[in-house]
Structures are given as C-alpha cells and as structure tokens.
C-alpha cells in the first residue's frame, strides 16, 4: 500500500507583496486525502471499503450496505498521523535575483488525530438509517524559521469535518441502494515567511498568517450488488465540494498592514468513484479488491 505521507518537493520561491499570494499553494493527492475513516477498513489495507459491509461504517463508505447489517450499531474510532515530508535541494531568490539561504534539506513537524464515528439504525427488516462524522481531507505540517521551505510555508495547517447523514434501502435480496448529505465544514491555518531585499542583500523578517473558514455541501451515492450468496460488489459516487472561505490576514516587516485584512476565496475539492468486490471462501475467509478514480484536476490550488 502506498504510503500517502512521504513525498518530496523541489522549488523556487521568489517573495512578493501580496498575502493572498502566499496562501495559493501547491496540494499533492498524495498527502491531503485522507483515508482514516474507519479502524474496521484501516486494518483491511482500505481494500473492499464499498463491498465488505462489516460494521455501521458502510454508512460513509457505501451507505447501501446499511441495509447488510442485522443489527443496529454504534462505531468510534481513532487514527494517529504523523507524516515525513523532506524537502530537497530547495533554491529560492529575492525580486531582485540574490539567492536566499536556509536549512536544506529538512524534514517539516507536523501531526493529526483523526477520529471518526459512525451509527447505523436498523428500521426494518429492509431500511436502515445511518450517520457519520469523518475527516475526509486534512494536513498539518510546520517548517522552522530557518528552513529554505519557510518561504512556501512555515505552517500548512487544513481540517476538515463531514457530517454525513445516510439512508440504505434493500430492493431485493440482491440488491440494495443508499445515499446520503456531506455537510462539509473546513478551517485553515496557512503561514509562510516573506523573502524580501534588505541592506547589502540580506533577508527581511516578514511573514504572513492567514486564518480562515469555510462550509460546502455535497453528497455520496452508492448500490450494492450479490450476484450469488458468496459475492458482494459495491459502486459508490462521492461527490466534489466547492467551499467558500473566508478570514484574516495580519502580517509584518516590510509588507506589514495597518489593519487585519480579510479574504475570502473559492476552490473545489475532488469528486471520486469507488468501485470494490468481497468473495467468501470460507466461514474465516475472504478475498477483496477495490479500485478507485479521484478527480484530482478539479483540486488547482487551494484558497
């Protein structure tokens, strides 16, 4: 399984005089999407997460498979991240093209607790009711005020929070479908160093802070699938989020505002399709595999 938290980045950093500048940064797929929903799908690799339908986690998964479970039920959880981010042969220059220095390489701090929770309601016999917290996106990750990588961010701080209610209705003994709202809510914590000319060359102390938060709506359809009582195969559509943000900006040194400014901002967040199957050998033995699309070119900068 590929490990989302390890990547590296090679850049160039040239200092400006607007905040909103700064806060337009670079997402890579590998280390914002989360996948910690759920301990029952983090011990399973996240393989079979549309189909398995083990636990009241089906419900953000797939909330077709509510109508799987006999009986009702309550599941929380927890997942601890730390990444290892290193930046690599970082250049940067001022406006003026004087190169500026800084720990390099150097490896970015940062870590998250990511809890999730999920409850599944068994109405009858072939409707269920669910509900969901969880965190689908998120980063924190901090730089000293001596790294090269300052100067891209000293602090990348995003969270998110879905509060997702769900529904799974059983058609016939085969077939199931369900649905539910995301109810997004997103804060930001965004801060970088400002590279600026000072006398003979040498560096400004200026930085930046941005601080906002925004809401957006969005929704997750799937249906399930038993060709046989051994067979279960699950598609599930998550749709894309268009939040809007907005905060403060206070800043200081050579750009510093007289005032706390504020910004606001639009960006979209990726829609994806889940595709997975669950085969039964045996009582204690089962076979699964999944494969998903995310729409990443959605996702160009964000704020």
């Not at 940064?25 to 996948?35: D, Q």
């Not at 927890?78 to 001022?94: C, G, H, Q, R, S």
């Not at 004087?98 to 940062?110: H, M, Q, W, Y």
């Not at 007289?258 to 033995?285: E, G, M, Q, V």
Request: proline content about 4%; aromatic content about 12%; some cysteine.
């Amino acid at each position: 399984m590929l490990n989302k938290s390890h990547f590296g980045y090679i850049g160039k950093s040239v200092a400006v005089a607007s905040s909103m500048l700064f806060i337009s940064m670079p997402v890579y797929a590998a280390g914002f999407a989360l996948n910690e929903q759920s301990v029952t799908y983090t011990g399973n690799a996240y393989s079979g997460t549309s189909s398995a339908t083990q636990d009241a986690s089906t419900s953000y998964y797939n909330p077709a498979g509510l109508s799987e479970l006999r009986y009702s039920q309550l599941v929380l959880g927890a997942a601890y991240f730390k990444p290892k981010i290193k930046l690599f042969n970082a250049v940067a220059t001022d406006r003026a093209g004087n190169p500026l220095t800084g720990n390099n390489p150097t490896e970015a701090k940062g870590r998250m607790f990511i809890p999730n929770g999920h409850v599944a309601w068994r109405v009858s016999r072939d409707f269920s009711l669910g509900f969901s917290v969880v965190e689908p996106f998120g980063v924190n990750t901090v730089y000293g005020n001596q790294d090269m990588a300052r100067l891209m961010a000293t602090r990348t701080r995003i969270r998110t929070l879905d509060f997702s209610p769900t529904f799974g209705y059983k058609v016939t003994k085969s077939f199931s479908i369900g649905a539910g709202l995301d109810f997004l809510r997103i804060s930001t914590n965004i801060a970088s160093v400002v590279g600026t000319t000072g006398g003979g060359g040498s560096e400004g102390g200026s930085y930046v802070i941005n601080k906002g938060t925004g809401r957006a709506i969005g929704y997750h359809v799937g249906i399930l699938f038993r060709p046989n009582i051994c067979t279960k195969m699950g598609l599930v559509y998550f749709s894309g989020f268009s939040p809007s943000i907005s905060g403060t900006t206070v800043s200081n040194g050579a750009i510093n505002f007289s005032t706390t400014s504020r910004f606001s901002s639009k960006f979209k967040l990726p829609d994806r399709i889940n595709y997975s199957s669950t085969y039964s050998f045996a009582r204690n033995w089962l076979a699964m595999s999944e494969v998903e699309w995310t729409h990443w070119s959605r996702l160009k900068r964000v704020l």
